[in-house]
């Protein structure tokens, strides 16, 4: 479960250890689509949570306009999100 | 921004804590579009306040405490400087008798998390002069907060209501009749309160609470407001809430610097 491990992962590593993540932390099963803060689910508070997990495992930096609820919504979005900062680290880098 | 405190190892979380803060301001879209975030610095004692426009009082909330800061800052600030003190229970009448120019002071109860709790509570004293209250709502328009100013009494509105109902909350789990967990559920759930009265408590600190009902209790003589058993016990035990990670619920370390 180190850093190098889950940067070389795809769209779908991502989401599994993402559902890990949530299901250990949550101790509620939870799909690639599910709105995490629709009624019923998670504190928005949590998104903040997600953010330095992202951060920490996944080995990208969210700043800026990437800090919106909407990017935290589902597993997929997050997925989504690290895939893309990968890509535009590289591109920029 | 000056911030002062006495504890160099708080101003040196601060700077960790107020960059966290700021990005959660911005993950719920508190933030205003093309605002430069301001320049902090910080400082052990108070001789700052000499330049200031605002100084604002946080301090712990006993009154022997704030009377004797209050005073000092006080003497060292410009004329016209507007003074401010973030107590939630003290009335700020009582306060205006140790700074030299009681009609510069003023209450005012920013409440918890204030990065996104965007009203706060105004408590004019009866020494609280028109011009200090104006040049609080400048300030309060500079940081996009609403007002509302009540008048000067133990607890004000806010602390007078919210402090008795969560103290009642602890000693419904004390006596045990539900779980924290459940008596939230109910009050979320039932009665569409945005938090349970008992993350609320682990959100505002147990320490600062029981502070806040001890000085109700002394200045109100409602019983309601007598700390009760399980939440001086989680005081004693360490267990102060969000803050040191555990009170009625736990919390990650995240969840701490929030």
């Known amino acids: 479960m180190t850093a190098p491990t889950h940067e070389s992962q795809g769209h779908r590593g991502i989401v599994t250890e993402l559902i890990t993540f949530l299901e250990s932390r949550t101790r509620a099963s939870w799909g690639e689509d599910v709105d995490l803060f629709a009624t019923g689910g998670l504190s928005s508070m949590f998104a903040m949570e997600l953010v330095v997990h992202l951060e920490r495992t996944h080995g990208v930096s969210i700043r800026g306009g990437d800090l919106r609820l909407d ?6 979005t997050m997925a989504d999100l690290v895939l893309r900062l990968r890509t535009d680290g590289a591109t920029d880098g | 921004m000056t911030l002062v405190d006495v504890d160099e190892v708080a101003l040196e979380g601060a700077r960790a804590r107020i960059d966290h803060q700021t990005r959660v301001a911005h993950l719920m879209g508190a933030v205003p579009e093309g605002v430069a975030p301001g ?13 200031a426009t605002v100084v604002i009082e946080a301090i712990t909330e006993r009154f022997d405490l704030k009377a004797a800061l209050l005073n000092e800052v006080g003497t060292r600030t410009k004329p016209g400087t507007v003074l401010v003190t973030n107590t939630s229970s003290i009335p700020v009448d009582d306060l205006a008798a140790y700074p030299p120019r009681p009609e510069e002071l003023v209450g005012t109860h920013f409440m918890n998390p204030p ?6 509570e105004v408590v004019r004293g009866a020494r609280t002069a028109p011009r200090t209250l104006n040049a609080l709502q400048d300030l309060l328009d500079v940081l996009r907060r609403a007002s509302v100013v009540v008048a000067d009494t133990p607890g004000f509105v806010t602390s007078r209501l919210l402090h008795p109902m969560i103290n009642d909350a602890v000693r419904v789990v004390q006596e045990g009749t539900a779980s924290a967990e459940d008596v939230d559920s109910l009050m979320v759930g039932c009665l569409g309160h945005r938090t349970g009265p008992l993350r609320t408590a682990d959100l505002i600190g147990l320490d600062n609470l029981v502070d806040s009902l001890r000085v109700l209790h002394e200045r109100t003589g409602d019983e309601r407001c007598r700390p009760c058993d399980l939440l001086l016990e989680k005081v004693a035990a360490g267990d102060l809430g969000r803050k040191s990670g555990r009170g009625f619920f736990t919390y990650e370390r995240t969840e701490q610097l929030s």
Do not use: G, K, M, W
Not at chain 2, 39 to 51: W, Y
């Open chain 2, 115 to 120: 990065y996104l709790i965007r009203t706060v």
């Open chain 2, 39 to 51: 320049r902090l610095s910080t400082a052990t004692t108070v001789s700052p306040v000499a330049e």
């Open chain 1, 71 to 76: 990017n935290f919504r589902t597993v997929r």
